[in-house]
């Protein structure tokens, strides 16, 4: 059984200007971003919200990793979400 689950497809977050899912670890249910301004830095402009929803769906293992790296070294936001910048991606893809 896995440690981290994604139960939910990503979406947009119209508030957060951000593609948006859910992350569980056991009891924690928690939230992830990512921005259009991060998502900008993988497709070289800024994405319409269908298309940065795309790229979290076609990319998603990546964004699954860079979540698990952020719970893991237990660095959530104060919020205890998780807000994927472009170095936790490029982290990631290493």
Same mark, same amino acid.
């Given at each position: 059984?896995?440690?981290? /689950?994604?139960?939910?497809?990503?979406?947009?977050?119209?508030?957060?200007?951000?593609?948006?899912?859910?992350?569980?670890?056991?009891?924690? /249910?928690?939230?992830?971003?990512?921005?259009?301004?991060?998502?900008?830095?993988?497709?070289?402009?800024?994405?319409?919200?269908?298309?940065?929803?795309?790229?979290?769906?076609?990319?998603?293992? /990546?964004?699954?990793?860079?979540?698990?790296?952020? +719970?893991?070294?237990?660095? @959530?936001?104060?919020?205890?979400? +998780?807000? /994927?910048?472009?170095?936790? @991606?490029?982290?990631?893809?290493?």
């Amino acid at each position: 059984m896995p440690i981290f /689950l994604f139960p939910d497809e990503p979406f947009w977050n119209e508030e957060a200007d951000a593609v948006e899912f859910p992350v569980q670890v056991g009891e924690y /249910l928690g939230r992830v971003f990512v921005t259009r301004r991060t998502l900008q830095g993988i497709v070289g402009h800024t994405p319409k919200p269908e298309e940065a929803v795309q790229q979290v769906c076609m990319n998603r293992s /990546l964004f699954e990793r860079a979540t698990e790296q952020r +719970i893991l070294a237990r660095a @959530l936001d104060p919020d205890a979400n +998780i807000h /994927l910048t472009g170095r936790d @991606l490029h982290r990631a893809a290493g």
